[in-house]
């Protein structure tokens, strides 16, 4: 009976203990940020926790605001960010027709984006 108790003892010692480090560890929303930042991701449309992601990724409010009204997510935003094309840049590429890496590679030629045409027939 002992060896019960004391095994339930210890589950509930680890769990209270996994609890208290989850909740120690996840910081609010909008920790971290001056009120004229918080302001600035509320007023462009974003919520607390859109808001988090952006952030830590490195974008601003308007930078994200950006992306994101070329129709990009967080993680596409971050990826052509990475390969240090703008917003706008990354957008004529994409409506060029060209993935990142052959945007990249087009790119490092000295090329430009020539936006596809609907109509084939010139």
């Known amino acids: 009976m002992l060896g019960v108790r004391r095994r339930r003892?210890?589950?509930?010692l680890s769990v209270g203990f996994c609890v208290l480090l989850l909740t120690s560890c996840a910081s609010p929303?909008?920790?971290?940020?001056?009120?004229?930042?918080i302001a600035a991701w509320k007023g462009a449309g974003f919520g607390p926790?859109?808001?988090?992601?952006?952030?830590d990724a490195g974008f601003s409010a308007d930078e994200a605001n950006g992306w994101k009204q070329h129709g990009?997510?967080?993680?596409?935003?971050t990826e052509w960010h990475q390969q240090k094309f703008t917003a706008d840049e990354a957008a004529s590429w994409?409506?060029?027709g060209m993935n990142l890496e052959e945007s990249v590679e087009n790119r490092d030629k000295g090329l430009?984006?020539?936006p596809a045409s609907d109509d084939a027939g010139g």
Do not use: N
């Open 9 to 12: 003892l210890v589950v509930l």
């Open 29 to 37: 929303p909008w920790a971290g940020m001056s009120e004229s930042e």
């Open 112 to 114: 430009m984006p020539i």
């Open 72 to 77: 990009f997510g967080r993680e596409g935003a």
């Open 49 to 55: 926790d859109e808001a988090r992601g952006w952030y």
């Open 94 to 96: 994409k409506a060029a």
